[in-house]
C-alpha cells in the first residue's frame, strides 16, 4: 500500500533539491490545498497532489 503522504526526504530525493527547499515547496502546496478547503499536516504533502503539481498525475506514473 503506498502512502498517503511524501515526507520533506521523500520530495527532496524525487526532485534532487536541498532539505530546505523541499520544506518551501511543501508549505507552498499545502497552502495551496488549504484554500481549496482540505486539511493538511505541517511538513508532508499528499502523494497525489504532489505527483500532480509535477506531472505525474493520474495517468502517468512515478517512481516510489
Avoid: H, P, W
Avoid at 7 to 20: G, I, M, P
Avoid at 27 to 48: A, H, P, T
Amino acid at each position: 500500500m503506498t502512502k498517503v503522504f511524501m515526507t520533506a526526504k521523500e520530495v527532496q530525493d524525487f526532485l534532487e533539491v536541498s532539505r530546505t527547499t523541499a520544506y518551501q515547496l511543501i508549505s507552498e502546496m499545502n497552502e495551496e490545498l488549504k484554500e481549496l478547503g482540505y486539511r493538511v499536516q505541517r511538513g508532508k504533502v499528499n502523494r497525489e497532489y504532489f505527483k500532480e503539481k509535477y506531472c505525474y498525475g493520474k495517468n502517468k506514473e512515478m517512481e516510489d
